[in-house]
């Protein structure tokens, strides 16, 4: 075992530690065990809902997607700020619904608003089949991490296995106070970890930031600037939209949220939070260091590029820093997940279906579920096959689609009807189902596009005929205007 | 209130329409490409802009009230 593995083995016990520790003797009640009591103040919500954003997925995804594809790595920084913004007035609402109603979950908020239990477990489904990509990018990194840092000497699937092993435990045992206190470690880590490798590595290898961009610039012309055609401006703004209006809709953001113990923490956070995305800023320089340093990685391996670039140029114990922080970039988020996931199946699906299941039978059942889910992802991410910014965005062609139907409930008449919110979800996720499976371009779904618009992204179209189809089903289902008197 | 609440459009119409007119490499801001230097500058107004509303939203003022009147 090298120093590197070693540095990254304590980061993994020092995690489940204090998962064990921060379950400090409480009795694990299902709001318990999944909102954490309500009771979280200002830092704790921010580190939450901030924890999922420093993912694996900026880590080594967008550090990857600046080495692959250049331009089209910027949308990651872009979409965060627009999301914050809508965050001032879409969550408080949103918070003050679920503590009235005293609801746990993404789920039972559109069971309530909608008076729908079948729009509730759609909802619920939707949520789990858009979690899987998200937790199968995470196990991808730990594999990647993991596997680079033991120099070969740990191959990649049982990285996996392991990091999956380690999620399931801690996430059984402790619940989301685990993962709130492991985001604070990893916080700190990620930090210091990004602002350091973003400014040395440049600096190092090139001199600077300038000298580093114009060094990109004469290999590869056009690669700092979006393309005519493929990953273009138009790709850029719907995959934007798309992300951003999705940001909140994921069911552990949504449970993040109702961590909060009051409203006010979401308009100050959204002040804070932008800034925050900074950072992402100096993930992207590692990449484009690793362009001319490392070349020649192609198709998922860019995902690579951090790891192999701090390899080449550091000592193993610091390779062991880095793989620590990429390793807690992992197993926060992926514990997120795994309880969102599980605790979906669970009070949301399995009590859906059966309306008189008793409170510790859910909970039982929601801790029962974690290794198989966790088990379903790691088969996923054994088949491989899509970079991580790939699955991600994947996730949220899915999971954005339930945006139009939140949004409209909001409101104080809704102009939508169960039968519409749920007409146009399924049709929303079947056209990303869809094109997914097929992986055939947008022209062959909608032939009447004209060429140009074919870079729009494809969870975005999906979303228009989402929103076609909602509107027009609540149109003909629409009760009779005396029943609901339209506002002057 | 509501006038300056609409300030919240701003980064929107910078990050999804502007970078259509700045996707360009040089000049070179601070190091960066020149559109990524826009989008880094739309994130911090952003902030800025979100600090603006909350100050003159008085949704804040009470908020904070009832805060201190539950005694926590």
């Known amino acids: 075992m090298n120093a590197a593995l070693v540095v990254i083995a304590l980061a993994a016990f020092l995690s489940l530690a204090l998962g064990l520790w921060a379950r400090g003797g409480k009795r694990m009640t299902l709001e318990q065990w999944t909102v954490g009591g309500r009771g979280f103040g200002g830092p704790l919500v921010f580190l939450l809902t901030a ?58 908020f559109f069971t309530r608003k909608y008076d729908s239990p079948a729009l509730g477990i759609l909802v619920a489904i939707v949520g789990v089949v858009a979690l899987v990509p998200y937790l199968v990018l995470q196990l991808k990194g730990l594999g990647i991490i993991v596997s680079i840092a033991s120099y070969g000497s740990i191959s990649s699937t049982a990285a996996i296995w392991i990091g999956a092993a380690v999620v399931t435990v801690y996430v059984t045992v402790s619940g989301v106070r685990g993962s709130a206190w492991n985001a604070v470690v990893k916080d700190f880590l990620i930090l210091a970890v990004v602002l350091f490798l973003g400014i040395y590595l440049p600096f190092h290898y090139y001199g600077g930031y300038s000298e580093m961009f114009r060094a990109i ?137 059966q309306p008189d299941m ?19 992802a790691v088969g996923f991410t054994l088949q491989g096959g899509q970079t991580i910014v790939a699955l991600l965005l994947m996730g949220y062609s899915f999971v954005t689609q339930l945006f139009p139907a939140l949004v409209c409930s909001l409101m104080r008449n809704n102009p939508v009807t169960k039968s519409g919110a749920f007409a146009g979800i399924v049709v929303g996720v079947a056209a990303v189902g869809w094109v997914t499976l097929k992986h055939s371009p947008l022209g062959t779904l909608l032939p009447f596009l004209p060429s140009g618009m074919n870079d729009i992204n494809v969870g975005f179209v999906a979303l228009g005929l989402n929103v076609l189809v909602t509107a027009g089903v609540s149109a003909a289902t629409r009760p009779a205007a005396a029943a609901n008197p339209r506002p002057a | 209130m509501t006038g300056i609440r609409w300030l919240g459009l701003l980064p929107f119409l910078g990050i999804l329409v502007g970078t259509a007119f700045v996707n360009q490499v040089e000049p070179l801001v601070f190091g960066m490409p020149f559109v990524l230097a826009w989008l880094v500058a739309w994130v911090i107004a952003g902030s800025i802009i979100t600090a603006i509303i909350y100050k003159f939203d008085p949704v804040n003022a009470q908020s904070a009230r009832e805060h201190d009147e539950t005694g926590r």
């Open chain 1, 217 to 353: 610039d004469a290999a590869k012309p056009g690669f700092l600037a979006f393309r005519p055609t493929g990953e273009s401006v138009l790709w850029f703004q719907s995959t934007v939209l798309l992300t951003a209006l999705g940001f909140f809709m994921w069911p552990h953001s949504f449970s993040a949220v109702l961590t909060a113990k009051e409203e006010g923490t979401f308009r100050r956070n959204a002040i804070v939070l932008p800034v925050y995305q900074l950072i992402l800023l100096f993930v992207f320089f590692c990449g484009f260091a690793a362009i001319l340093t490392v070349p020649g990685l192609t198709g998922t391996d860019i995902d690579l590029s951090l790891f192999r670039l701090s390899i080449q140029t550091f000592d193993p114990w610091f390779v062991g820093i880095v793989g620590a922080a990429g390793v807690l970039t992992a197993l926060v988020p992926g514990s997120m997940i795994l309880i969102a996931a599980s605790t979906l199946l669970a009070n949301d699906v399995l009590r859906g279906l």
């Open chain 1, 51 to 108: 924890g999922e954003i420093y993912t694996t997925f900026t880590f080594l995804g967008g550090s990857g997607y600046a080495y692959g594809k250049g331009a089209p790595a910027y949308y990651i920084l872009a979409y965060g700020t627009l999301a914050y913004m809508l965050s001032y007035w879409l969550l408080p609402p949103i918070w003050r619904y679920a503590r009235q109603e005293r609801l746990v979950s993404q789920s039972h």
């Open chain 1, 358 to 376: 008793a409170d510790d039978k859910v909970a039982l059942a929601a801790r029962g579920l974690v290794p198989i889910v966790a088990l379903v």
